[in-house]
Nanobody, 129 residues
Framework: VQLQASGGGLVQPGGSLRLSCAAS????????IGWFRQAPGKEREGISC???????EYADSVKGRFTISRDDASNTVYLQMTNLKYEDTAVYYC????????????????????????WGKGTLVTVSS
């Protein structure tokens, strides 16, 4: 049973990247799925969430640039990132939780990774020219 984030890489400012959060051993659509990131020297922050019922939430810092979606056939949640900025450089993580609401995932201080039902290893996104 695991959650795995992937798709990170090096991209120029203004570019796009799509991250994947794939689950094995459990079904993602039973959970609220959050994307988090931690930039060098900064605290981890919640940036987007896809709820069980299909609603989505975004932090102000990514609203209008990032889009979260879920593909039930592949048991994967995606984060499409466009118009990337230098300040988007970070390690990106995904988490699944049955109880924690999406609004809480995005607007409150993230919990410790062991406090989520599932926590995936991160993927590094570097925005650089």
């Amino acid at each position: 049973v695991q959650l795995q984030a992937s798709g990170g890489g090096l991209v120029q400012p203004g570019g796009s990247l799509r991250l994947s959060c794939a689950a094995s051993g459990f079904t993602l659509d039973y959970y609220n799925i959050g994307w988090f990131r931690q930039a060098p020297g900064k605290e981890r922050e919640g940036i987007s969430c896809h709820s069980r019922d299909g609603s989505t939430e975004y932090a102000d810092s990514v609203k209008g640039r990032f889009t979260i979606s879920r593909d039930d056939a592949s048991n994967t949640v995606y984060l499409q990132m466009t118009n990337l900025k230098y300040e988007d450089t970070a390690v990106y993580y995904c988490a699944a939780d049955f109880s924690l609401l999406c609004i809480a995932m995005v607007t409150t201080t993230p919990l410790g990774e062991h406090q989520y039902d599932y926590w995936g290893k991160g993927t590094l996104v570097t925005v650089s020219s």
